[in-house]
Nanobody, 125 residues
């Protein structure tokens, strides 16, 4: 069973940066597409970025384009989400998710089979 663990969340001031990590155990992530999602209080979970198994394909939600960067290190079995220029509206619990598929990824919740427990990101002065 693939297990995902997110880390790197915390409290940051507006304009600051955080790097989230999604570490996998149980199986190699090299054959999995990974998506990053977030859920703010009272709101639905939304897909913000995804990356294909090889890293050749990435996608971003419009509101994070130019600020967030997704990347992966299959040798370390980890996917990262670098978040710069953070805004208060980025405050949410951030989740990573995985699907065993090559050459594609998706921002859809239903696309993914495995989920982590989430890490809290709070952007506030």
């Amino acid at each position: 069973q693939l297990q995902l663990v997110e880390s790197g969340g915390g409290l940051v001031q507006p304009g600051g940066s955080l790097r989230l990590s999604c570490a996998a155990s149980g199986y190699t992530l090299a054959y999995y597409a990974i998506g990053w999602f977030r859920q703010a209080p009272g709101k639905e979970r939304e897909g913000i970025s995804c990356i294909s198994s090889s890293g050749d394909t990435t996608n971003y939600l419009d509101s994070v384009k130019g600020r967030f960067t997704i990347s992966r290190d299959n040798a370390k079995n980890t996917v990262y989400l670098q978040m710069n220029s953070l805004k208060p509206e980025d405050t949410a619990v951030y989740f990573c998710a995985a699907k065993p598929i090559l050459r594609s990824c998706s921002g859809s919740i239903s696309f993914y089979n495995y989920w982590g427990q989430g890490t809290q990101v709070t952007v506030s002065s």
